[in-house]
């Protein structure tokens, strides 16, 4: 225990380049006491209105309340969603010397409707088109190489950011510059991110990667599905989330695996952003599998006690293993 903690106090002294599609988390908090007079949904009467950071932007704000430093590679918009964006970035004082503004792309937005503690509806306003700009990889190529990164994380949303030809450059910088990477995957580039560290998908997107269904619950199913995405990723290792079944390790020479820790679940939102975050910083510390896998399933599950994507601190996390 005093060995782990020692090392989460560790995490203040890493730099961590998160690469990926990023975004705003808007909220609409109400309550319902009514049906509509013309359609059968309900109506919500909006109290409150809340703008948060989300996606690769809310792994930057994870790894910050950590205690390490981000540095956010993503393209925005030039529009008033952008300007909402930077102006984020700003009261989190997160540094926005990686964003690229883009004058014919829409920052995306997804609004979330919520009453009672619970999602009613959700609104998406985004643009998916690939980016293909040459400056984009140049500015990315210009921003690993000036600074001491100690961890690379991959963000993927499918919002066009991340086109295969930035994911191998990207790689291929930092592997030759012995950066470790993790990738937090979803289905249009599920095979791009050859030669990672860690390959963190979830259950859902590894099921729509290899495009079949299989029984979770099977150790055989499990280790085959996933041992075939090691190899033909040539990763080191593939961290894969259960939802309420848990948490997976696979490498070339062990299976791991942990169960859910008994939690009272309010809201999925940003879970992954967060085990993301915090394995990132397990891998820049160099902790062993085991202990990596552990801290962060147990982070995980913390931020499902919370309405919204919020992000994790160090102190929770360290009372969390005390327990």
């Not at 088109?129 to 600074?147: G, N, Q, Y």
Request: charged share 25%; hydrophobic share 40%.
């Amino acid at each position: 225990m005093d060995s782990i903690s020692s090392i989460l106090n560790q995490f203040k002294d890493k730099q961590v380049l998160i690469i990926g599609d990023a975004m705003i988390d808007a909220y609409m908090w109400g309550n319902i006491h009514r049906m509509s007079p013309e359609a059968p949904v309900p109506v919500v009467d909006i109290e409150k209105r809340e703008s948060r950071l989300g996606g690769a932007a809310n792994v930057a704000l994870n790894i910050q309340s950590l205690g390490a430093k981000p540095v956010l590679f993503s393209a925005i918009g030039t529009d008033h969603y952008g300007d909402v964006f930077m102006m984020l970035m700003e009261k989190q004082k997160l540094s926005s010397e990686g964003l690229q503004r883009l004058s014919d792309r829409n920052t995306t937005v997804k609004t979330r409707i919520i009453s009672d503690n619970k999602h009613v509806l959700r609104v998406d306003e985004e643009s998916t088109k690939p980016i293909t700009e040459h400056f984009v990889a140049t500015e990315l190529e210009v921003l690993i190489r000036s600074k001491k990164f100690d961890v690379v994380i991959f963000e993927d949303y499918n919002k066009g950011l991340l086109t295969e030809k930035l994911i191998t450059k990207a790689i291929q910088i930092a592997t030759e510059l012995k950066i470790p990477t993790i990738v937090d995957p979803k289905k249009d580039n599920f095979f791009a991110y050859k030669g990672v560290d860690i390959f963190k998908p979830n259950l859902k997107e590894i099921k729509e990667g290899l495009e079949i269904e299989f029984d979770v619950l099977s150790e055989s199913e499990l280790s085959k599905n996933v041992a075939f995405v090691l190899e033909k990723l040539n990763a080191k290792g593939i961290l894969l989330t259960l939802s309420e079944h848990g948490i997976y390790y696979q490498s070339k020479s062990k299976i791991l695996r942990e169960s859910a820790h008994k939690r009272n679940i309010v809201d999925v939102s940003g879970a992954g952003d967060t085990v993301v975050s915090v394995a990132a910083l397990a891998l820049a510390c160099g902790l062993d599998d085991d202990d990596l896998m552990r801290i962060a399933n147990l982070a995980g599950g913390l931020v499902c006690e919370k309405v919204g994507v919020v992000p994790i601190l160090v102190e929770d996390l360290i009372n969390s293993l005390k327990k």
